[in-house]
């Protein structure tokens, strides 16, 4: 039974109870007092325990609340964290991307003067063996014409207009 009900019969009852005239003192019905008292004796410990029921599920709620404040802020701090080191890790990949096209680039310019020497080489080998073999050509030629001098009249006019072509 619910107190406030039982306070309300309470105070019914002293309404409706007869005063003593020349005092402020009532009469009430002795009977009906003593059983609003022995259900109030009831009722109070069964209000007793649902407000201690109350008390305990707020405190439930407050402490599930906590938890979920610090799981949150936990969570927060880590996913916080990993983006700094997701940054961290982007940042360390660019320099050393950086690091590996510059190296690359040297590596491609070592490799081209390297190459353009080699060819220079190359063809300065050829040039001086060509000239060694036009100093060949050149030297039987005019040994032959030497040896030949009709021979030496046609090959010169022959050699004239090739070179001027």
Known sequence: MDINYLVDRLEE????????????NVMIDEDELLDII?????????????????????ERLVAQA??????????AREEGQAMTDEHEILKAAEVQRQAILEESRQEARTLKGDADAYVL???????????????????????????APARTKTRQEQHSSVTSE
């Open 38 to 58: 022995d259900q109030m004796r009831m009722s109070i410990p069964e209000e007793i325990k649902q407000a201690k029921r109350i008390q305990a599920e707020r």
């Open 121 to 147: 080489d190359v063809l300065g080998k050829l040039e001086e063996q060509l000239s060694g073999f036009l100093t060949q050509v050149t030297n039987g030629l005019s040994a032959i014409e030497a040896n």
């Open 66 to 75: 906590q938890e979920e404040k610090e799981r949150i802020i936990g969570l």
């Open 13 to 24: 009852l002293l309404n409706g109870a007869w005063h003593v005239p020349m005092t402020s």
